[in-house]
Nanobody, 127 residues
Framework: QVQLVESGGGLVQAGGSLRLSCVVSGRSADAFTMAWLRQASGMEREFVAGISRTGGNTFYSDSVKGRFTISRATSKNTVYLQMHSLKPEDTAVYFC????????????????????WGRGTQVTVSS
């Protein structure tokens, strides 16, 4: 059974940084294209960043481009989201998502494309 567990969320001041981690268990993470999505209170879940199975392709939403970086460590079965220059509008529950992917260069972005989800980690950015 595939499980995704996020960690690293918390409370940070505007302009600060956080690094989120998502550990995959049950299967090797390199079978999956991975992504981070977020959901603010009262809002729909939205795509933040995605990375291909190989790690060679990444894609970011316009709202985080240049501030966030997604990466993966195959040996650790882990995907990261490094967040810099955080803004109050980044406040949300951040979810890790995974999906089997062919070809290996594929990056998925839409919530309905993912079958595997973590439970989320809260990120709160104060002004």
């Amino acid at each position: 059974q595939v499980q995704l567990v996020e960690s690293g969320g918390g409370l940070v001041q505007a302009g600060g940084s956080l690094r989120l981690s998502c550990v995959v268990s049950g299967r090797s993470a390199d079978a999956f294209t991975m992504a981070w999505l977020r959901q603010a209170s009262g809002m729909e879940r939205e795509f933040v960043a995605g990375i291909s199975r190989t790690g060679g392709n990444t894609f970011y939403s316009d709202s985080v481009k240049g501030r966030f970086t997604i990466s993966r460590a195959t040996s650790k079965n882990t995907v990261y989201l490094q967040m810099h220059s955080l803004k109050p509008e980044d406040t949300a529950v951040y979810f890790c998502a995974a999906e089997d992917s062919f070809p290996a260069t594929d990056v998925k972005r839409f919530p309905h494309e993912f079958n595997y989800w973590g439970r989320g980690t809260q990120v709160t950015v104060s002004s």
